[in-house]
């Protein structure tokens, strides 16, 4: 259980990496989405298709500068 966690936390980071490397913070959820397997369906939500509509401060577990910049601040993924 805590390698699993462990691997867990060291791909978050790696995505976390990523959106402040290329400041693109659809990408670093698409990244972050993307690593996961996602069996209770919680991120099927994530709509990113549209990076001109999408608001990412109202996806689950995302938290913002501010509403208004849509700059990714932390997610907050507990039993993923």
Known sequence: MKVILVIVSLLLFNSLLLCYSIEDNVAC????????TDLEGRLSQWDLANRLVT??????GVT???????RLISLQLPSM
Do not use: H, Q
């Not at 959820?29 to 996961?36: A, N, R, T, Y």
């Open 64 to 70: 913002c500068w501010n509403e208004k910049e849509n």
């Open 55 to 60: 608001s990412i401060c109202k996806l689950v």
């Open 29 to 36: 959820l698409e990244g972050v989405k993307s690593s996961f």
